[in-house]
């Protein structure tokens, strides 16, 4: 990246960070649990865009991991009495580590399996929660601590601050560059010396550190999980963010958060059902018409500016 | 050993149900080079239609005959809309399309037919016949007989029929296909049409088991992936002997060790799927992977 380019994008960081420091100020108690929300579903899509949009690989299963590192956490507060930020990290390696080793089969071949893979995952989950009701409380799930919306907020868009620096410090070391040239061409790479088995279990372990902590931060922001809390439809509406937020940009995660928190409450005022169908429409939409997503456009806007100005000139 | 053969044959019948879902999920993979995650939610789809008849007063098999045109009709229009659209982008690109329908299509089932679990008729007496000890029910030989009656119809359409040349041609070489004249757009589009019919016919079977509700082929759809994978995701022949094998072998599994029943069938499902890609990854059936480059 250009000097001018990381000077830019350092400004805009701080800028964003001052925003969201300042905003609870001006916004409710209960506002501010929605928009914690975001910043929990920002944390997962950095993940998911680690994997999906730099590596290639799309995950059908990321609610699922989220929920391995949600219950994580919840254990550890519910039976062992940690406090709830100390499980946050491992949460996120126990994620990890599951992510990891489920990799190992899944990418032996094309990313397809990958997804075929987690969607089984997903699906697969809740059943195996509800089998070892002694650790997970089954049905009925665990409770947890009450914490103020406010603390909440804070904590949320801190980790989520530190998430998007931490996933662009990976994408620039030559990790990340391993992942976009076997996204781009696997041959390439390969005859480059990048092994497309462990760049790309990687690639899916990391995803799944990212969705571990989002979904630590979920289950205490929620005070509670149960086999519900992470059905299915969340992994697949974490793809859905991915994509209006758009693949290949992390700070674009955010527009998708958004998307994911607010469109269920508008889109209900239509129909009990309207969101999900408005939610597949978008999906099918925005992948015809829009790949790039959000950043996408803004991106072509950019450079129709840039071309603007260097004509006038 | 009669408690044996009985779930042998339940497991027959579950599993002439995951085999039509898996080998339409092959026949969309051999000819497109994309999974369709959407397949269930199709099928599912197709099979409340089915009761919208039923209901209206058409009896069964008239239903079934209706349901499957609207099927085949309903997957061509999605693969000429939709997947015509994305096809040569990167296959990224086309899996996420089939979330996106899976999404949008399950929203549309439960907005038009509302959440509520219904009764699907059946169209086989739930009787059971004896031979010996053991007692199989009709309705189990009845599913396993539309089941292999629906493959046994595609093998000789893709065998014998001049249609079938031109699909398996368009699948394996699109490019010279083009060249002496096979419509191979058209050929996609059929290949979606008849994946959609054969999933109606799974969902149809299905729906009589274990009621009719909009996340009914969820589950069923882990197990025709998991079916899939076993035979070798571009095998016909595969998914077929991948679906029958892997109803009798959760059937049994569940019945000879409990930790397995219920629920639990679906980490099963998942087992196998990683155990074959551990082991085998290109399946039964299937070729591996060789790639020129």
């Known amino acids: 990246m250009s000097r001018v380019g990381l000077a830019l994008r350092a400004a805009a960081f701080v800028a964003a960070a001052v925003v969201v420091a300042l905003a609870p100020r001006f916004i409710s ?71 990891l080793a489920f990799g190992l089969p899944a990418l032996r071949l094309t990313g397809l399996y990958l997804a075929l893979a987690t969607f089984a995952v997903a699906v697969a989950f809740p059943p195996l929660v509800r089998k070892f009701d002694h650790f997970t409380g089954g049905n009925q799930g665990l409770i947890l601590n009450l914490h103020t919306n406010d603390w909440l907020y804070y904590l949320s868009w801190s980790i989520a601050g530190g998430a998007l620096l931490v996933g662009w410090l990976v994408l620039a070391t030559p990790i990340g560059r391993s992942f976009r040239a076997l996204r781009d061409s696997e041959v390439a790479a390969v005859s480059f010396g990048v092994s497309p088995a462990l760049y790309k279990t990687l690639a899916f372990g990391i995803s799944s550190f990212f969705a571990g902590v989002a979904g630590s931060l979920f289950a205490i922001s929620s005070a509670y999980v149960n086999p519900e809390t992470f059905p299915i439809t969340l992994s697949l509406f974490l793809v859905v963010g991915l994509a209006v937020g758009g693949l290949g940009s992390l700070p674009g995660g955010v527009v998708g958060a958004i998307l994911i928190q607010f469109l269920p409450t508008y889109a209900q005022h239509v129909s009990k059902q309207a969101p999900q169908v408005i939610e597949g429409a978008i999906l099918v939409g925005v992948m015809l018409l829009l790949p790039g997503g959000a950043a996408g456009l803004l991106r072509i806007a950019a450079n129709r500016s840039v071309v603007h100005s260097s004509q006038q000139s | 050993m009669a408690n044996f053969w009985q779930q042998v044959v339940s497991g027959l019948a579950t599993g002439g149900i995951y085999a039509s879902l898996a080998l339409a999920l092959v026949i969309v993979y051999r000819s497109t080079g994309v999974i369709n995650f959407a397949q269930g939610e199709m099928a599912t789809f197709a099979t409340f239609l089915a009761w919208t008849f039923v209901d209206h007063g058409i009896s069964f098999w008239p239903a079934f005959a209706l349901t499957l045109a609207a099927a085949f009709a309903g997957g061509v229009a999605l693969e000429r809309v939709v997947i015509r659209p994305v096809q040569g982008r990167s296959v990224l690109t086309a899996v996420i399309v089939t979330i996106g329908l899976l999404i949008l299509i399950n929203g549309a089932t439960q907005w038009i037919w509302g959440g509520a679990v219904r009764k699907f008729p059946s169209p086989f007496s739930t009787r059971p016949i004896h031979v010996g000890s053991a007692a199989f029910s009709i309705q189990d030989i009845g599913i396993v007989g539309v089941s292999v009656a629906a493959v046994a119809l595609l093998t000789v359409l893709f065998r014998f029929t001049k249609v079938g040349l031109g699909l398996r041609a368009a699948a394996v070489n699109p490019d010279e296909s083009r060249l002496v004249g096979v419509p191979v757009g058209w050929m996609l589009a059929l290949g979606w049409g008849l994946a959609s019919a054969l999933g109606a016919v799974s ?48 059937n049994l599994l569940g019945t000879y060790w409990s930790t397995f029943s219920g629920d639990m069938r679906l980490v099963g499902g998942l087992a196998v799927i990683l155990v074959v890609l551990l082991v085998r990854p290109a399946g039964l059936f299937g070729r591996p992977a060789v790639r020129r480059v």
């Open chain 1, 29 to 99: 108690s209960y506002h501010a649990l929605e928009w914690s929300q975001v910043a929990i579903y920002f944390v997962a899509l950095i993940g998911l865009n680690v994997l999906t949009g730099y590596s290639g690989q799309v995950s059908l299963g990321h609610g699922a991991f989220m929920a391995i590192g949600g219950y994580t956490s919840a254990i550890l507060i519910a039976h062992h009495h940690v406090h709830d930020v100390w499980t946050i990290p491992l949460a996120g390696l126990v994620a990890g580590g599951v992510g």
């Open chain 2, 203 to 250: 969902g149809m079977m299905v729906a009589p088991i274990v009621f009719l509700d909009p996340n009914m082929m969820q589950g069923v759809l882990l197990y025709a992936f998991a079916a899939a994978v076993l035979g070798g995701l571009s095998s016909p022949v595969g998914a077929v002997v991948g679906g029958l094998s892997l109803g009798v072998f959760l």
